[in-house]
């Protein structure tokens, strides 16, 4: 199986500072398609999780242009520009290029 | 909007079965595979299940696998998820989630509210 590894696990952050957060994965997730299935999504306290990013770098619909995705292969980032207290929550990179599709730990993000 | 509203989750003794239903509603749904994934109290997100637009494929989590059987009925619009059994470990809030892709999967853009399962005896 894939293992995907975030860094860090607890990330206290100032408002209006930026974050990034880490996700590395055992294998490259790049798929015989030459796309690279590698989403992160958003978790707020007693929510159901939400997607922000596909495909690496791809913001979806409503999610604002402070999140960004980047990277490549096997090691991936997911950056906020400037946080805002909104951003509170967990946030989950998840690989789907090879089955069983597998996710990070969670990275608890929080307001300092 | 894309609206999925699991049921079917309760309290169940080790070794018990339960069913999940998934009613998927504001999109084609027999256009698109489904996912299970399950979240245990206070851990990450497990992925457990997927099955294709037309059921001609399936793939389990190796911990599920023999235990849990998904399917889907595209007439009713609905998803499940028949697990047998069952362990204390498989007690989770189990979220029934739909894939973007239209032909092989493509991961998964929007997540249920999610069901409570607990394995107690």
């Known amino acids: 199986d894939v293992v995907m590894t975030q860094s860090p696990l607890s990330l206290p952050v100032t408002l209006g500072q930026p974050a990034s957060i880490s996700c590395r994965s055992s294998?490259?997730?790049?798929?015989?398609?030459?796309?690279?299935?590698l989403e992160w999504f958003h978790q707020r306290p007693g929510q159901s999780p939400r997607r922000l990013i596909y495909?690496?770098?791809n913001r979806d619909s409503g999610v604002p242009d402070r999140f960004s995705g980047s990277g490549s292969g096997t090691d991936f980032t997911l950056k906020i520009s400037r946080v805002e207290a909104e951003d509170v929550g967990v946030y989950h990179c998840?690989?789907?290029?090879?089955?069983?599709?597998?996710f990070g730990q969670g990275t608890q993000l929080e307001i300092k | 909007q894309v609206q999925l509203v699991e049921s079917g989750g309760g309290v169940v003794q080790p070794g018990g079965s339960l069913r999940l239903s998934c009613a998927a509603s504001?999109?084609?749904?027999?256009?698109?595979?489904m996912h299970w994934v399950r979240q245990a109290p206070g851990k990450g997100l497990e992925w457990v299940s997927f099955?294709?637009?037309?059921?001609?494929?399936?793939y389990y989590a190796d911990s599920v696998k023999g235990r849990f059987t998904i399917s889907r009925d595209n007439s009713k619009n609905t998803l499940y998820l028949q697990m047998n059994s069952l362990r204390v470990e498989d007690m989770a809030v189990y979220y029934c989630?739909?894939?973007?892709?239209?032909?092989?999967?493509?991961?998964?853009?929007?997540w249920g509210q999610g069901t409570l399962v607990t394995v107690s005896s």
């Open positions: 099955i294709r637009q037309d059921e001609s494929d399936k």
């Open positions: 495909k690496v770098s």
């Open positions: 294998q490259s997730l790049v798929y015989s398609d030459g796309n690279t299935y």
């Open positions: 504001g999109f084609t749904f027999s256009s698109y595979g």
């Open positions: 998840m690989q789907a290029t090879r089955w069983p599709y597998t």
């Open positions: 989630a739909k894939d973007p892709g239209t032909g092989m999967s493509e991961g998964i853009d929007y």
